[in-house]
Nanobody
Framework: QVQLVESGGGLVQAGGSLRLSCAASGSISSINVMGWFRQAPEKQREWVAGIASGAITNYADSVKGRFTISRDYAKNTVYLQMNSLKPEETAVYYC???????????????WGQGTQVTVSS
């Protein structure tokens, strides 16, 4: 079992920045990929960014150049630095941890509770 606790959400003006945190605990050695997803009202949950073993990172095209995912091994924490935020990026942001094998997510797939990010115009 892995527990993920998110923090850092809030209200920010368009063009502003916000840093989300995801603290992991439990059997964290059982997961090898961490990521962030978001879900806006009335919309499907979408993948935003991911980080894997070896500090390999990847981003959705819509956030490349503006968002940065990173991890602090000492604190067992993953971060999402969000810059130049847009109103349409208002959503609940979720932290995810999973065990990926052969390019596929296994049954070991964990989610945080979500944190609300509101970008005002």
């Amino acid at each position: 079992q892995v527990q993920l606790v998110e923090s850092g959400g809030g209200l920010v003006q368009a063009g502003g920045s916000l840093r989300l945190s995801c603290a992991a605990s439990g059997s964290i050695s059982s997961i090898n990929v961490m990521g962030w997803f978001r879900q806006a009202p009335e919309k499907q949950r979408e993948w935003v960014a991911g980080i894997a073993s070896g500090a390999i990172t990847n981003y959705a095209d819509s956030v490349k150049g503006r968002f940065t995912i990173s991890r602090d091994y000492a604190k067992n924490t993953v971060y999402l630095q969000m810059n130049s935020l847009k109103p349409e990026e208002t959503a609940v942001y979720y932290c995810n941890g999973s065990l990926v094998r052969g390019g596929w997510v296994t049954s070991q797939d964990y989610w945080g509770q979500g944190t609300q990010v509101t970008v005002s115009s």
